[in-house]
């Protein structure tokens, strides 16, 4: 008996059935409905009252900000880790868990770690530097194949999942930021929990020749934070929709093959925050919209120690690290989509398909 044919059946109606689950699935939708119902099940009415929003479109889903307490006027809302038992902590953390990867998740739970560092350093400041005073907040209902979103966010991190009739998955904006920078004293000396961002954008720029440096350098003064930042405080509804930045610098074409790479290494280190079957989504999308239609722009000092800031972006999206404040040891970095922040763009077909229905 030839078993060919029927081995060929067999892997085309394999394909075939893993092609029909990625159509109707998404592994980390999945995983994130979940832990999200899994933490919404433990809360009492007046705490559901603050993580659940019914309503996905919600301004609040949008008004995000990385300060480090909880301020009204900035619009900050959740359920803070603070108002938890210990049980819901452990469950706000699986959700977050749940959206991040390894590296990501070690990266974001080292910046609550610098919360303990700086209340150490400050001993009278007024503001609250507790490692736990961090928010969740959750909009729509959590299912498998419904649509809803999330964020987790509090001093120096926030970060935004939205999630599309269970198939598909945007977590921006994503932002990270340390103060400090690099830790210079005490137990945890040496610390850097967001070093290899600095060090790879730092490689790059330091590889361009003279020539090279008169596009991808466009200014020796650094800006004082990322130029897309969050929305001042008291502003209302959601944020303006970020554009692309001016000048762009030095584009991927003109660099050679050791300097491209270095270029995609940083593109990947801020897309690997998140769990890889999202971030390899992300990283199709900007190889799908042309890497030779992305550019590298840096400006301040070169070294250690000098205040300086980057960005990379492309077609789709933008990626912006500054390290200016407290004499350049306090980062702020970001990941962002111009057309899919808080997933706008999965939710405009979404509504738009809904509509034809």
Do not use: C
Not at 104 to 110: D, E, N, P, S
């Amino acid at each position: 008996m030839n078993k060919r044919p029927f081995l060929r059946r067999a892997a085309l109606l394999a394909a075939g059935f893993a092609f029909s689950i990625s159509l109707h699935a998404h592994p980390a939708a999945d995983a994130m409905t979940d832990a999200a119902k899994k933490f919404l099940a433990t809360l009492k009415p007046e705490q559901k009252a603050k993580a659940h929003y019914a309503d996905l479109k919600a301004d609040a889903r949008q008004a995000w900000h990385f300060i480090p307490t909880e301020m009204v006027s900035f619009g900050r809302k959740g359920l803070p880790m603070t108002e938890m038992a210990d049980d819901q902590r452990k469950l706000a953390l699986a959700l977050l868990q749940s959206a991040l990867s390894e590296g990501g998740y070690a990266k974001a739970t080292g910046i609550f770690t610098l919360e303990a560092v700086l209340k150490e350093f400050e001993k009278n400041s007024k503001v609250d530097r507790n490692p736990i005073l961090y928010f969740v907040s959750i909009y729509g209902t959590p299912d498998a194949k419904g649509t809803w979103a999330w964020r987790f966010e509090g001093h120096h991190l926030s970060l935004s999942f939205t999630i599309v009739d269970g198939k598909e998955v945007a977590a921006v904006p994503s932002f990270m930021g340390t103060n400090p920078a690099e830790v210079r004293e005490g137990p945890k000396k040496g610390l850097r929990v967001l070093g290899v961002e600095e060090d790879l954008g730092r490689e790059l720029v330091k590889s361009l020749s003279a020539e090279q440096r008169k596009a991808g350098i466009y200014a020796d003064k650094a800006p004082a934070d990322i130029i897309t930042a969050a929305g001042p405080a008291g502003s209302k509804g959601p944020p303006a929709k970020i554009t692309p930045l001016s000048p762009e610098g030095i584009s991927y074409s003109k660099l050679n093959g050791a300097q491209q790479e270095l270029l995609k290494k940083i593109v990947a280190e801020y897309a690997n925050r998140v769990r890889s079957d999202v971030a390899k989504g992300d990283l199709a999308k900007v190889a799908k919209a042309g890497w030779e239609k992305t550019s590298f722009a840096w400006a301040g000092g070169l070294e250690r120690g000098d205040g300086h800031y980057y960005r990379v972006q492309g077609p789709t999206f933008l990626l912006e690290y500054d390290n200016t404040q407290n004499n350049a040891n306090h980062v702020h970095a970001v990941w962002r989509d111009f057309e899919n922040d808080f997933g706008a763009d999965l939710l405009k077909r979404h509504y738009e398909q809904a509509h034809r229905k």
